[in-house]
């Protein structure tokens, strides 16, 4: 089970003991590191605790909870904000909150909310599973292309994406070499799955160390090189799993 270490800012110290009740019963997998009434302290130790989850209240004397955001947003963590006001909630999911609870907390909500950010950690763990296999040498580092002057052997992340063409398949290096090859995109990605690659659309495989951007409206991805590459519908929540971002 994945531990979620925890802060929570609320003004209100009774609503501080009512969520860290809750969430000792229904949430075994949040660890709470700490709490705090104060938000301008809270932001200081937030920097220094570097949690996985933030459970923030919205209107708070001196500082109000985006105002706080606001300091906090280059760090990596899941938000969930809890607050006694419903008025909020568009404003608080354009800082991409998890979720927004609105006091009295229920509890089914509690629990659906903390999943949230449980599955969010979830990838973080795969892609580190796939770091160690990779250095224990369970993976390989290059792939092998024939051609007609013997075997070329390309390093994994020098490929940028590939493209399905025909019965064929075309590699695009980062040195903007192009190798194309007598294999469909299936018999690639076979060879691929298991590394840092993720089949996007039925044309594309791509190179997830290679992505500079995703538009999620557009369902497009800009590569480091530059070119676009369409994400296909349903494999959006995919792409987005495998970083553990948005």
Same mark, same amino acid.
């Given at each position: ?84 006001? +419903?008025?909020?909630?568009? $404003?608080? =999911?354009?800082? !991409? ?8 907390? /229920?509890? *089914? ?97 791509? +190179?997830?160390?290679?992505? $500079?951007? =995703?538009?999620? !409206? ?8 530059? /070119?676009? *590459? ?17």
């Amino acid at each position: 089970m994945i531990t979620l270490k925890t802060i929570i800012v609320d003004d209100e110290p009774d609503s501080i003991e009512l969520l860290k009740i809750e969430l000792t019963t229904h949430c075994p997998q949040v660890a709470v590191a700490g709490t705090y009434t104060n938000s301008t302290k809270a932001v200081n130790d937030i920097e220094k605790l570097q949690p996985d989850l933030l459970f923030l209240d919205i209107e708070m004397p001196g500082m109000n909870g985006f105002e706080m955001l606001e300091k906090i947003l280059h760090l990596n963590f899941s938000i969930i904000f809890i607050t006694a006001y +419903n008025q909020y909630a568009l $404003k608080a =999911f354009r800082f !991409n909150a998890l979720d927004y609870l609105v006091k009295p907390i /229920d509890s *089914i909500d509690l629990i659906e909310a903390v999943a949230k950010a449980e599955k969010k950690m979830k990838p973080t763990a795969a892609q580190l599973n796939l770091v160690q296999r990779q250095l224990r040498g369970e993976l390989p580092n290059k792939i092998a292309i024939q051609g007609n002057n013997g075997i070329t052997f390309i390093d994994l992340n020098e490929i940028v994406y590939v493209e399905a063409s025909n019965n064929y398949s075309r590699l695009l290096l980062t040195d903007k070499k192009l190798f194309t090859i007598s294999k469909t995109l299936k018999d690639v990605q076979e060879v691929l799955e298991e590394s840092h690659f993720l089949r996007v659309h039925r044309q594309y495989i791509i +190179n997830l160390n290679r992505v $500079k951007q =995703f538009s999620r !409206n557009e369902g497009i991805l800009t590569m480091d090189n530059g /070119d676009h *590459i369409p994400v296909a519908r349903n494999q959006k929540e995919r792409l987005v799993e495998k970083y553990g971002w948005l």
